[in-house]
Structure formats: C-alpha cells, structure tokens
C-alpha cells in the first residue's frame, strides 16, 4: 500500500513531465515576424478563416541511404510544415496527420476523405556541393497537380532552400502573400553546417525515444558550439532536454529540467518573440511553484504569438496550476481540435485531464492515443482513467470494487468517503500517514482528510513540494480555503498579493 499512496505525487509530477513532450510539437523558433498578424496589426491575431485552405506536406524522400540525409530529409519537411503554420490564411495539417496521409496506398484519396484541399510531395537530391527538392502541388478534389515544385540551391544555402519551398506552396494555395506573411519567409544568414545539425536533432527529438533524444541533444550542441548565436539551435537543445526527463529517474529529472530551462532562456534573449521558448519556460515555472501573474502573462503572450498545439498545451498548464480550471480546459480541449490526429497531444490533454479530476474526459482521450498508437502504457493509463470514471459519474461502489482490486489506495478512501463509509477510509489513511515513504504532497492531503489542516498546511510550508499549485486543489483541502495557513501557501506561490 506504501508504494500506492506515494501515486499521488508520481501523478503531479508525472503530469508536469508530460506536458515537456508537448515541445515536441516546436519546431524551430519564429522569425521577428511573429509580432504581426496577417493584417499587418499586433497579437492577439483573429481566428483563421473559417474557409481555409488546407494542405497536407508529406515528407521529403530522400535519394540516397545515407542516414544522416534521412534525417535531413525529415528535419527539412518539419520546418516547412513550422514556416507556413504561421501563415494564417492557411490550414497546415500536423506532421503526423501527414505521415497518416502518406501511409495510405493512394495519398490523394486518404487526404481527400479527410478534408484537406492540397498534397504537397517530393524528393530530396543532394551531394557535397548542392541540394535540389523535386515535387508537386497537387489539389486533391481533382488530382491534378497545381505547380511542379523544383528549388536548387548551394548546400550552403540550406535555410535558403526550405524557406523557398515554403513561400513557394504558400503563394500557390492563396495568391499573392501580405506584407506581413512576406516577412515569415526572410532567410536568416547561418553557417550551413548549424542549419542541418538543427534540422537532424529536430528529426531524432521528434522519434521519442531515450537514443534518439540523445543523439539529438548532442547534435544541437554541436550547432551551438559552431554559432552559439542561432536561436534555433538552442530552442532544440532545451526540447531535447525537456523530451529526456520521460527517460531518467525521479532523481535525475530536476538537473536535466535545469539545462533544459537554461538553454530555453538562452533562446529566449536571443528571440525575444519565441513563442515555444515562452510556453516552456512558463510550464516549467508553474511546475517549481512560480505561479505569479508573470508566468501567466508569458504563457498567454506565447500563445497569442503562436496559437498551436504547443503554446495551447503550455496556457492550459500554468491556468491549472493556478485553479483556473474551466478556462484551463477550455485551452485543452481546443489544443487537442488544433491536432486531433496527434497522438503526443491527445496524451498531453489526457494529463490535464486528471489533473482536473475530469476522468471521463481522460478516458477518451487515451482512448484516441490507443487508436493513433496502441502501446503498453497508454492501455495502463486508459484502464486506471475509467476506473477513476465510476467514481466521477457517481458510481461508487464500482470505484470501490476497481480500487481494491488493484490497491489503488486513493480510489478505495475516496470511494469509501463517497459511500458515507468515512470510519473505514480514516483507516486506510492512518494507515498511510504511518509509511515513512510517503510523500509530502500524500502526507498533506492524507492529514487534511482527517480533519488536521494545521499539520497538513505545515508539511506542504516546510517541503515546498513540485506541482504544489495543483496539490492545494484537491478536494481533501476545500473545508480550509480560508485557513491563514491555505492564504499563506497561495501568496508564497504568488497567487495572492
């Protein structure tokens, strides 16, 4: 039973773990331009037109074997795919809604049954002295190809290229850019041997696994080590960082949030309208207990930059850390429309969704993430989320019956509280506050259900426990919102003036 009440805080910091994973979605970071919406004025930016046409990019095929040009390859089509996200009159699927398209035997057809207006394909040719990208525009109601795409450039040109190609498909699907779309496509002058280390570690961040992520971290410092100022570089070194937390022990996870949290600022001060370095650092704060209007402006402000699934993501965490929960899950739920065809952000909003206590809603977002990509631990997550589902909707006696027959230590007293049963889930709690590897964060809400806020409040005071602004939530604290000692933690967290 010790190691089932200790779940509490492994899912406080398992669901500040799991929102890092949402920067896989961020790419590299925005040019200057961001600072204006397509009419030319300053963010908040209006909704794109409710008419607007959709493409799809597959991924470049590279001509070779080379692994090193594979992951060139898939790098140069995810900052295509970053470049024109930014344009708003166009709806730019997601990377892996284009990998579901390109998988189909007749990609025209799938991405047609799905509603997208435009296929853009292609091969990527390269030696030591150029790279060439052949390949079409083709408008999927009709079939026929809209513009054959062909951009050469020197391999020192590199960036040149993928910007190109961008502004290329971008005037072919709407006409004739704004000013301000102009302006996303400006080319940046970088050593080419920064872009494609830059564009390979986004290619291995994106595979999400311990290796790869590794890999990436190194070949991002690779980039910086060449040109510490090129921002990108260390927007991925900070995503590759925040990706490994998911891979190291409990004991490690602070040290590499650190460096993830330092080279995020880096980028930060050299791009000062990155909106994915925003939202990073934002989450981070809230999860180390700064939840001041500060870090709540800094999330809105990179999610007005940028409205993804990234900067989404980031606004619904620090809002409910903070205890705005109805408008945390409004966020939540449009970020998961942004890219319903995702599987990291159907996971993304499935953590949120606990951290709600909105279990309904965590089932069937893991129910999305088993149909996207069925493994071992997202079936674990789903089955314990429709556990917690019976005591949401009210059956108790099921929670209870689910509970024990797993030992969930949490579900089994808050099932019992619920079936008016409170003798006997005060003595599963004492039982608890007697394990000495309970947690603090366990500690203080077992000793807040028994009626002893003085001590929980003085638990949680003297450990300062990560994910406090969600601990203090939880139900076991609602007799005490205005207890001195509640109002203290609250101005502590920077919650209160």
């Not at 949402?22 to 794109?48: E, N």
Request: glycine share 6%.
């Amino acid at each position: 039973m010790s190691r089932l009440c200790a779940r509490r805080t492994a899912r406080i910091l398992a669901g500040v773990r799991l929102t890092l994973p949402l920067l896989i979605l961020a790419l590299v970071s925005r040019s200057v331009s961001a600072q204006q919406c397509p009419d030319g004025t300053m963010p908040p930016c209006g909704p794109r037109p409710a008419h607007a046409p959709s493409v799809a990019i597959l991924f470049m095929e590279p001509r070779s074997r080379n692994a090193a040009d594979s992951l060139l390859a898939e790098g140069l089509t995810l900052e295509i795919i970053n470049t024109l996200s930014g344009v708003a009159r166009l709806d730019v699927k997601s990377r892996f809604f284009s990998r579901r398209i390109a998988g189909d035997p007749d990609p025209v057809r799938s991405a047609r049954s799905f509603g997208v207006d435009y296929v853009v394909d292609g091969v990527l040719e390269l030696d030591s002295t150029r790279v060439l990208v052949r390949g079409a525009l083709t408008r999927t109601s009709t079939g026929r190809v809209v513009r054959s795409l062909r951009v050469e450039r020197r391999r020192a040109e590199l960036e040149g290229l993928q910007v190109a190609l961008a502004q290329e498909i971008a005037a072919a699907v709407i006409g004739r850019l704004l000013p301000a779309e102009r302006a996303r496509f400006v080319v940046r002058r970088v050593d080419p041997r920064v872009t494609e280390l830059t564009l390979r570690a986004l290619a291995l961040s994106a595979q999400f696994t311990a290796g790869t992520i590794r890999q990436a971290i190194g070949l991002a410092q690779e980039a910086i080590a060449i040109d510490s100022a090129y921002a990108p570089a260390w927007v991925q070194l900070a995503l590759a960082h925040s990706l490994l937390t998911n891979f190291v022990s409990p004991d490690s996870v602070a040290a590499v949030s650190d460096r993830g949290l330092a080279a995020n600022e880096r980028a930060l001060a050299l791009d000062s309208v990155n909106a994915a370095a925003m939202s990073q650092i934002a989450g981070t704060r809230a999860a180390r207990n700064d939840l001041s209007p500060h870090t709540e402006a800094l999330a809105r402000r990179g999610e007005a930059l940028e409205a993804d699934a990234t900067t989404g993501t980031g606004l619904a965490i620090v809002l409910l850390f903070r205890g705005e929960v109805d408008e945390a899950l409004a966020v939540n739920r449009a970020t998961v429309r942004r890219d319903s065809l995702a599987p990291v952000v159907w996971a993304l909003a499935a953590g949120r969704f606990v951290d709600a206590r909105r279990f309904v809603e965590a089932a069937g977002a893991w129910e999305h993430v088993l149909a996207l990509r069925p493994t071992a631990q997202d079936s674990f997550a789903l089955r314990r989320a429709r556990r917690w589902s019976l005591w949401e909707t009210g059956d108790c006696a099921g929670a209870l019956a689910a509970g024990q027959s797993v030992q969930d230590a949490y579900l089994i007293i808050e099932s019992l509280r619920c079936l008016g049963r409170i003798a006997e889930a005060d003595s599963v709690i004492d039982a608890q506050l007697l394990l000495p590897t309970i947690s603090p964060a366990s500690r203080a809400i077992c000793l807040a259900w028994r009626n002893q806020p003085d001590s929980a409040f003085a638990v949680l005071d003297r450990t300062f426990p990560r994910g406090l602004g969600r601990t203090i939530q939880h139900p076991a604290f609602a007799p005490y919102r205005q207890h001195p000692a509640y109002l203290a933690l609250r101005r502590r967290l920077g919650l209160e003036r």
